[in-house]
């Protein structure tokens, strides 16, 4: 198994261009997030999917739009991209059933916007 | 609202000893799980610990141990016998059992200094 993959592991835009952040899992897991990490911020949840089919905002959703294209995949969007969007994004995935629970992540994406 | 507070956010160790981290949260849910994630230099977060809330028997694994206090709502985690690869970025992270969304601390940086 895979786990949570992530591409690309590193980009550079200019501001204005647009990108999309791939993610995919091989768990079979129901839940999957976004979130950015920022230098003492921790991690901030910009959107999730509780179950395919279904999107909800987190705490940062502004200048980001997602797509949950099966229970496999979650897409995370910058359609006009800015400076302040520079960050650590990481893709995670979770179960929801049983007693798991825990998220897995996958390895991140370093985005630098100039 | 539910919260997570990590209030150290750095920390320093010397090779062998042990250390606690603190975290403390704010949830009015009865039922939920807890977690330690580590993550080291290469940004990978990686599962330390977790514990259910309605188990009063503190997680344990290896050299790490949790003490899980529900009614201070207090979840710190003891790394006995500190070596040179625990050296991370530590955060704690807590979901209720009815919701979708993993709430996250800001992180405690560790330095374990040989």
């Known amino acids: 198994n895979a786990g949570v993959t992530q591409t690309p592991k590193f980009q550079v835009l200019k501001t204005g261009q647009s990108m999309t952040l791939q993610c995919a899992q091989d768990m079979n897991h129901n839940s999957m997030y976004w979130y950015r990490q920022d230098p003492g911020m921790g991690l901030r949840l910009i959107y999730y999917?509780?179950?395919?089919?279904?999107?909800d905002k987190g705490e940062v959703p502004n200048g980001y739009n997602v797509s949950r294209l099966n229970k496999r995949e979650f897409s995370l969007r910058l359609e006009s991209a800015a400076p302040s969007q520079t960050s650590v994004y990481f893709c995670?995935?979770?179960?929801?059933?049983?007693?798991?629970?825990?998220?897995?992540f996958g390895p991140g994406t370093r985005l630098t916007v100039l | 609202a539910q919260t997570v507070t990590q209030s150290q956010p750095e920390m320093s160790v010397q090779e062998a000893e042990t250390v606690t981290l603190s975290c403390t949260y704010d949830t009015s849910e009865s039922n939920y799980y807890l977690f330690w994630y580590k993550q080291p230099p290469s940004r990978q977060m990686i599962l330390v610990i977790r514990?259910?809330?309605?188990?009063?028997q503190n997680a344990t694994e290896n050299r790490f141990s949790v003490n899980f206090q529900k009614a201070a709502k207090s979840f710190s985690l003891k790394i006995s016998d500190s070596q040179l690869g625990d050296t991370a970025m530590y955060f704690c992270a807590f979901i209720p059992n009815t919701g979708n969304q993993f709430y996250f601390g800001t992180g405690t940086s560790l330095t374990v200094i040989p």
């Open positions: 995670a995935s979770t179960s929801r059933f049983g007693s798991y629970n825990e998220q897995f």
């Open positions: 514990q259910e809330a309605y188990k009063q």
């Open positions: 999917s509780a179950s395919e089919g279904t999107t």
